[in-house]
T-cell receptor
Framework: DAKTTQPPSMDCAEGRAANLPCNHS???????VYWYRQIHSQGPQYIIH?????ETNEMASLIITEDRKSSTLILPHATLRDTAVYYC??????????????WGLGTSLAVNP | DAGVIQSPRHEVTEMGQEVTLRCKPI?????LFWYRQTMMRGLELLIY????????DSGMPEDRFSAKMPNASFSTLKIQPSEPRDSAVYFC???????????FGNGTRLTVT
């Protein structure tokens, strides 16, 4: 399974957009990009996932480059409650592959007042 | 939806004692995962159940660790005997099917002295 590269930490001002990058240059055609986040003292929380097209939900937007070698998670109006570690993971499509997630160290996002 | 429920939230025990961690997955979810998280190694998958059957236990560190899922609404992770190096946060996660996003509990912080 492909691995991902993320910056270890980022800062963002409250109310501004937070753009979290992720490189996955060895991603295969059947691998999805997933984003989770982990707020302090809590379990990881699913945010969004995508294959080729950009995706948006109530939490965030996911922009995937045309060559699929990188992606960006966008939190449009960051709040203090968005301070967390954000994990970018690639996952092969198909049954049983949740067991093969490689979590890495993620990006620690600090949203500042 | 109460989410994945884990108990206890914190456990402090002495080396050599038996430890049992408990998990109630989200109703209707048929895949269950046990993870361990440490600063050094991040999130590691210990064992994965599908329809109450252990499918992959290759991540269980050694014979001191065992996991059961007697029914669809309950799972346990047991460590006997416990050692200081077992100190970590243990997470349980469930998913609806083997491909859907994971839903995590808030973990059990285990300290073995």
């Amino acid at each position: 399974d492909a691995k991902t590269t993320q910056p270890p930490s980022m800062d963002c001002a409250e109310g501004r957009a937070a753009n979290l990058p992720c490189n996955h240059s060895t991603i295969s055609g059947n691998e999805y990009v997933y984003w989770y986040r982990q707020i302090h003292s809590q379990g990881p929380q699913y945010i969004i996932h995508g294959l080729k097209n950009n995706e948006t939900n109530e939490m965030a937007s996911l922009i995937i480059t045309e060559d699929r070698k990188s992606s960006t998670l966008i939190l449009p109006h960051a709040t203090l409650r968005d301070t967390a570690v954000y994990y970018c993971i690639v996952r092969v499509a198909g049954a049983g592959n949740n067991r093969k997630l490689i979590w890495g160290l993620g990006t620690s996002l600090a949203v500042n007042p | 939806d109460a989410g994945v429920i884990q108990s206890p939230r914190h456990e402090v025990t002495e080396m050599g004692q038996e430890v049992t961690l408990r998990c109630k997955p989200i109703s209707g979810h048929n895949s269950l995962f046990w993870y361990r998280q440490t600063m050094m190694r991040g999130l590691e998958l210990l064992i994965y159940f599908n329809n109450n059957v252990p499918i992959d236990d290759s991540g269980m560190p050694e014979d001191r660790f065992s996991a059961k899922m007697p029914n669809a609404s309950f799972s346990t992770l047991k460590i006997q005997p416990s050692e200081p190096r077992d100190s970590a946060v243990y997470f349980c996660a469930s998913s609806q099917g083997e491909s859907s996003p994971l839903h995590f509990g808030n973990g059990t912080r285990l300290t073995v002295t």
